[in-house]
């Protein structure tokens, strides 16, 4: 038994070598005959001695193992995202910003791998917990699915107990092999290597996402100095050292601006013959004691900071222009065209945004058209390729009847509009906006739902929403639905009604009022009976409202059919007050900084309940900060609020601040 022992982790050492060479080094010292053969070899001995398998086997990455749901996890420091920049003279900025407090720093220049964020937890050298980014601050538990990335090292070189930071991705070879298999089985084809690598740790059989062949890329640790580490550099070293996977031969260096844009145009000519896809580059200060200078503002790292390369463009024909309405009754035109793959995804439309804009660009049906993705989210069509037409293309007219009821358009501004309010697109995206999270956040009510809820005749108005109760019988026979989630939705419903003012002036569609707009006259006029009786007038001496927001305002709250529905909406118990507006006196015109984790509350939260009470939160220390929020591992915000003789709060003070 002794000698099996022996020969099994000989085996494991050899095939660990050879992970080491094939990934960390990119230099494999055995033929892929010869790994099977010791794989298969190993695969033999574990399945005849069982108790013989150790826990960190190369064999445990075929998968296997199912869950029945995925734990919540919190990162022992919070995960950051970086900002965005753009152009060079961002990256100037940047640098000028950094040289204020750091004059002699210098930059590590990774590539942006276009993947996710995930923790390694590791014990004594031995993958004990992996995990998505989540918010940042709370992820999910992938330990199943990460056990079967190859080149995630199931035990270190050293034994250790060290976190590491790094980007789980799909290799181009990988998305193109498992499209491939997508498409024998008639499924649905994953629209980029970062969605697909995203579904794959969110399976609850690791089998599946063993099949999917993801690789991790290792670039950070949080606390490098437990280990001796004085520079980002080190660190990425040093994590090659352990076994892992670095960018190490695509890094860089950079002493100034100059060097930095060089690396960047560089790497922009290799982007398309990389194994994998980036979009950009992230910039960090490395020399770690000047990170730690600089320190993190409420949301971001002030030590770094990602460039994202300039939108791809592709080419397309314009094959439609078609003509939708939304919830005021906008009238806008869109571009459908031959699907096209812009930025990594597929993408089949764009909007023309008015007449004015198509008649700029002199767009045609049949046109050849370039396409990119504006800060590489939104697609837009960026010019028309006028010395490829054929004279065969029909020229742009824009319609003078609304597509769904037929009325006549109404041009005002750069617009048309459909001005019946009948009109049933408007009517669902009305109810669509109204139900939406930055409104009402009625859960479960979703646009499909919401249009298939509108055609059945369950809704046919705001106030439906609130009687579907009434059908509750109805929806559980609906195919998709069920007792529990029929009443989810009604409880979200019911938990609607007691939303403030604000949500609820933002959800009736008033033109003009936006989310912001809608909180000022909420805190204005309190009640919605005080602002219906507000004059137009009144209204536009209101900072941030003006005379063409107030001029709506009044026409809405003018229209008989609004009031009826507002009286309706009041005996269905919905709430119409404004909510703490006898507290917002206390925090009115403070202003606070948030710095370090906080246990009880969210970042956000609990900035959405200080501006709820009058307060403002900030970024930025100074002399007229109000007071400093303190929690675990503050900044360098809070060694300036004490140098400032600004008032600190701890976190067991927060209720005190707020009740």
Excluded at 1 to 29: C, Q
Excluded at 336 to 351: E, N, Q, Y
Excluded at 619 to 627: A, E, F, I, R
């Amino acid at each position: 038994m002794d000698d099996i022992k022996k020969r099994m982790d000989e085996l494991i050492e050899k095939i660990n070598k050879a992970s080491y060479e094939y990934y960390v080094n990119d230099n494999p010292s055995i033929t892929d005959q010869e790994y099977d053969d010791y794989y298969s070899e190993l695969l033999k001995l574990e399945s005849k001695y069982p108790n013989l398998k150790r826990d960190d086997s190369p064999t445990l990455r075929v998968g296997g193992k199912v869950i029945d749901k995925f734990l919540k996890v919190t990162h022992e420091s919070p995960m950051l995202s970086f900002d965005d920049i753009f152009n060079e003279d961002e990256i100037v900025s940047f640098d000028e910003r950094i040289r204020k407090t750091c004059p002699n720093a210098s930059y590590t220049l990774e590539p942006k791998m276009d993947g996710l964020s995930g923790s390694l937890l590791y014990e004594k050298g031995v993958l004990v917990r992996a995990a998505t980014r989540g918010d940042g601050l709370v992820g999910e538990d992938i330990t199943h699915n990460v056990k079967t990335i190859k080149s995630v090292p199931l035990k270190l070189n050293k034994e250790i107990d060290i976190e590491v930071r790094g980007e789980i991705y799909m290799s181009k070879k990988s998305f193109e092999k498992c499209n491939n298999q997508r498409k024998q089985d008639k499924e649905p084809l994953f629209a980029n290597p970062r969605n697909a690598a995203a579904g794959s740790v969110r399976q609850l059989d690791s089998s599946v996402a063993a099949k999917r062949e993801l690789d991790f890329m290792a670039y950070f640790i949080p606390n490098p100095d437990k280990y001796g580490i004085k520079t980002q550099k080190e660190s990425l070293d040093f994590l090659r050292e352990l076994g892992f996977a670095t960018n190490y031969k695509l890094n860089g260096l950079a002493k100034n601006v100059n060097e930095i844009i060089n690396y960047i145009n560089d790497l922009q000519q290799k982007r398309k013959d990389l194994p994998f896809e980036i979009d950009g580059v992230v910039l960090k200060v490395n020399n770690l004691d000047d990170e730690a200078k600089l320190g993190f503002t409420q949301r971001v790292p002030r030590w770094g900071i990602a460039y994202k390369f300039p939108a791809l463009e592709v080419l397309t024909t314009l094959k439609e222009i078609k003509f939708t309405v939304g919830r005021t009754g906008k009238i806008t035109p869109n571009a459908i065209f031959d699907p096209v793959h812009v930025a990594g995804s597929v993408v089949s439309k764009a909007t023309l945004h008015n007449e004015d804009y198509c008649l700029e660009k002199d767009v045609k049906v049949g046109d050849v058209i370039s396409i990119r993705k504006a800060g590489d989210v939104i697609p837009e069509v960026v010019e028309v390729k006028k010395e490829r037409r054929t004279g065969k293309e029909i020229p742009f007219k824009m319609i003078d009847k609304c597509p769904m009821c037929g009325s006549l358009l109404v041009r005002e501004d750069a617009n048309y509009f459909c001005k019946n309010e009948m009109c049933s697109k408007r009517e669902i995206e009305g109810l669509i906006h109204f139900a939406s999270r930055d409104t009402m956040n009625i859960e479960g009510l979703g646009e499909r739902i919401v249009e298939d809820f509108y055609n059945m005749g369950f809704i046919k108005s705001i106030s439906d929403i609130y009687k579907l109760y009434n059908h509750k019988e109805d929806l559980i026979e609906l195919e998709g639905f069920g007792e529990k989630s029929v009443n989810n939705l009604l409880e979200s419903i019911e938990n609607s009604k007691g939303n403030s003012l604000e949500k609820v002036l933002f959800a009736l569609g008033i033109r003009h009022v936006g989310k912001k707009t809608a909180k000022v006259l909420a805190k204005e006029y309190k009640t919605i009976d005080n602002l219906i009786d507000a004059t137009e007038e009144e209204l536009t001496v209101i900072n941030d409202v003006g005379e063409i927001i107030a001029k709506s305002v009044k026409e809405y709250f003018s229209n008989e059919k609004n009031l009826r529905l507002i009286e309706e909406l009041k005996k269905l118990n919905l709430n119409f007050n404004y909510i703490n507006s006898s507290q917002n006196d206390k925090l009115e015109g403070k202003t606070f900084v948030l710095t370090g984790t906080l246990k009880e509350y969210k970042r956000e939260e609990l900035t959405n309940i200080l501006e709820s009470l009058g307060a403002k939160v900030t970024s930025s220390v100074t002399n007229k900060t109000s007071g400093v929020i303190v929690g675990d591992k503050p900044g360098s915000k809070y060694d300036k609020a004490l140098k400032l003789g600004v008032k600190i709060y701890k976190e067991e003070d927060i209720n005190t601040l707020i009740n």
